[in-house]
């Protein structure tokens, strides 16, 4: 049941691509705190408030930005060794 009340809150859940498209809108322009609204004039789509929320949320959530009063800023850094791990890999 709460899982509906959910579905009926939130009408447009983002795709991948989307939250990948803000995150790296994000991680390009890490060295100041941006608005929302700057955001998405930074974004090269445009993209739905509502759906910008949920992905501020996500990423909130799971220790990628910190939202303030000067606005929201990128925060995360891979580790080490994810970084070397996938240094020499090949892609598919």
Same mark, same amino acid.
Do not use: A, C
């Given at each position: 049941?709460?899982?509906?009340?959910?579905?009926?809150?939130?009408?447009?859940?983002?795709?991948?691509?989307?939250?990948?498209?803000?995150?790296?809108?994000? *991680?390009?322009? !890490?060295? #100041?705190?941006?608005?929302?609204?700057? =955001? @998405?004039?930074? $974004?090269?789509?445009? /993209?739905?408030?509502?759906?910008?929320?949920?992905?501020?949320?996500?990423?909130?959530?799971?220790?990628?930005?910190?939202?303030?009063? *000067?606005?929201? !800023?990128? #925060?995360?850094?891979?580790?080490?060794? =994810? @970084?070397?791990? $996938?240094?020499?890999? /090949?892609?598919?």
């Amino acid at each position: 049941m709460n899982r509906l009340k959910i579905r009926q809150k939130f009408e447009r859940y983002p795709n991948l691509s989307t939250v990948i498209m803000v995150e790296d809108v994000l *991680k390009k322009h !890490q060295d #100041i705190p941006m608005k929302i609204s700057e =955001l @998405k004039s930074l $974004l090269p789509k445009k /993209i739905m408030h509502q759906t910008l929320k949920i992905i501020l949320i996500y990423l909130w959530k799971s220790g990628k930005i910190i939202y303030g009063p *000067k606005g929201l !800023q990128w #925060i995360y850094t891979e580790p080490e060794h =994810l @970084k070397k791990m $996938l240094e020499n890999t /090949i892609e598919v």
